[in-house]
């Protein structure tokens, strides 16, 4: 179980409304510190689900940010553990917290302001994130040259491409439209990375390698088929869902590159070498698998609840949320008949 310890800075006239509203929620301890101006410091150790309502109850008893900050921090672990802990939840309260729930999303996801923290961290363009997706690009091209899937799983894992996918459908979603241009940002400056090299690389080996002979790249420049879209789905959701959850997403970032890294670089290469009609099958695959992914990114962060929190502003997301998904179903639509009408 995910915990988090909360820290509230509050008037001290604040402090017992409060305390009072910790209470009422099922906290494994609460403790209160005095501070100098007039302010007062809460603490309390909470289960990660609950930090989203904790939050937004407070915003609405303190409705000026100037009065108030509040800082969430992961626990690793706590002792006692909370069977052993003393507080009970009553049936009255467990009927609060369900009510709380509904209004606030899913109570199986880490709440939205660590959510929106997480994405941004991992989607920021720095010089870490281009190497990586210089070297990532570079191994998976000598996998698929060397036609071996060892060495195409280990570019998988360095690549770091889950991230500037799942904060575009968090942007979507949340209609944040700099959060969108910072992920499509970030994500065509990593497209163009590797496609240069891929391009080079098929340049100066042309002459060497028979390239459409090698199984690793002519299976990426078939037709776009159902499977194809069904892994690049699922990859989606399950990045999506180790962000909402709190786990660890490296490993399951290995399922986005998956679908984006291999026929990126394939279509590169073949384009750099002159097979322009087997590249373009490739970029269709990659084109598919981002809508794909993206797609199921918003699904799921929109089934889990995530919405912005005015709302003045969730009229405009839920306006461009469903003009997004409407536009990617579309488009798979079309690729799943346009693989059928192929055959």
Request: hydrophobic letters at 50%; a positive charge.
């Given at each position: 179980?995910?915990?988090?310890?909360?820290?509230?800075?509050?008037?001290?006239?604040?402090?017992?409304?409060?305390?009072?509203?910790?209470?009422?929620?099922?906290?494994?301890?609460?403790?209160?510190?005095?501070?100098?101006?007039?302010?007062?410091?809460?603490?309390?150790?909470?289960?990660?689900?609950?930090?989203?309502p904790?939050?937004?109850?407070?915003?609405q008893?303190?409705?000026?940010?100037?009065?108030?900050?509040?800082?969430?921090?992961?626990?690793?672990?706590?002792?006692?553990?909370?069977?052993?802990?003393?507080?009970?939840?009553?049936?009255?309260?467990?009927?609060?917290?369900?009510?709380?729930?509904?209004?606030?999303?899913?109570?199986?996801?880490?709440?939205?302001?660590?959510?929106?923290?997480?994405?941004?961290?991992?989607?920021?363009?720095?010089?870490?994130?281009?190497?990586?997706t210089?070297?990532?690009?570079?191994?998976?091209?000598?996998?698929?040259?060397?036609?071996?899937?060892a060495?195409?799983?280990?570019?998988?894992?360095?690549?770091p491409?889950?991230?500037?996918?799942?904060?575009?459908?968090?942007?979507?979603?949340?209609?944040?439209?700099?959060?969108?241009?910072?992920?499509?940002?970030?994500?065509?400056?990593?497209?163009?990375?590797?496609?240069?090299?891929?391009?080079?690389?098929?340049?100066?080996?042309?002459?060497?390698?028979?390239?459409?002979?090698?199984?690793?790249?002519?299976?990426?420049?078939?037709?776009?088929?159902?499977?194809?879209?069904?892994?690049?789905?699922?990859?989606?959701?399950?990045?999506?869902?180790?962000?909402?959850?709190?786990?660890?997403?490296?490993?399951?970032?290995?399922?986005?590159?998956?679908?984006?890294?291999?026929?990126?670089?394939?279509s590169?290469?073949?384009l750099?070498?002159?097979?322009?009609?087997?590249?373009?099958?490739?970029?269709?695959?990659?084109?598919?698998?981002?809508?794909?992914?993206?797609?199921?990114?918003?699904?799921?962060?929109?089934?889990?609840?995530?919405?912005p929190?005015?709302?003045?502003?969730?009229?405009?997301?839920?306006?461009?949320?469903?003009?997004?998904?409407?536009?990617?179903?579309?488009?798979?639509?079309?690729?799943?008949?346009?693989?059928?009408?192929?055959?």
């Amino acid at each position: 179980m995910a915990l988090r310890l909360i820290e509230i800075v509050v008037p001290h006239e604040k402090n017992e409304e409060i305390r009072n509203l910790l209470q009422e929620r099922h906290v494994m301890g609460v403790w209160r510190e005095a501070t100098l101006k007039g302010r007062c410091v809460i603490r309390a150790i909470i289960k990660a689900q609950e930090a989203e309502p904790i939050m937004a109850a407070i915003q609405q008893r303190i409705p000026n940010p100037d009065d108030f900050r509040i800082v969430l921090l992961s626990v690793e672990a706590s002792i006692p553990r909370e069977n052993e802990d003393n507080s009970i939840s009553t049936e009255i309260e467990e009927e609060k917290k369900l009510k709380l729930r509904k209004i606030n999303g899913s109570s199986h996801r880490i709440s939205c302001e660590e959510l929106y923290s997480r994405v941004s961290e991992g989607s920021e363009l720095t010089p870490v994130f281009m190497a990586m997706t210089v070297l990532s690009a570079i191994v998976a091209i000598i996998g698929l040259i060397k036609d071996d899937v060892a060495i195409l799983v280990g570019a998988m894992v360095i690549a770091p491409l889950l991230s500037p996918n799942v904060t575009l459908s968090l942007g979507t979603t949340l209609g944040d439209s700099k959060m969108v241009r910072k992920a499509l940002k970030t994500n065509l400056v990593g497209v163009f990375l590797a496609s240069v090299i891929a391009i080079a690389v098929g340049y100066f080996i042309q002459d060497y390698v028979k390239l459409l002979e090698l199984e690793s790249i002519k299976s990426r420049t078939q037709a776009v088929s159902p499977y194809d879209l069904i892994l690049a789905l699922a990859a989606g959701a399950a990045g999506t869902l180790a962000f909402t959850s709190g786990l660890p997403s490296t490993l399951i970032g290995v399922m986005v590159a998956v679908a984006l890294l291999p026929p990126l670089v394939t279509s590169g290469v073949l384009l750099g070498s002159g097979n322009y009609v087997p590249s373009l099958k490739a970029l269709t695959l990659v084109s598919a698998n981002v809508i794909c992914v993206n797609l199921a990114g918003m699904t799921t962060f929109y089934v889990q609840g995530v919405r912005p929190r005015n709302w003045w502003i969730k009229k405009k997301a839920k306006l461009a949320t469903y003009k997004a998904l409407a536009a990617l179903t579309v488009l798979v639509i079309a690729l799943v008949l346009l693989y059928y009408f192929t055959q």
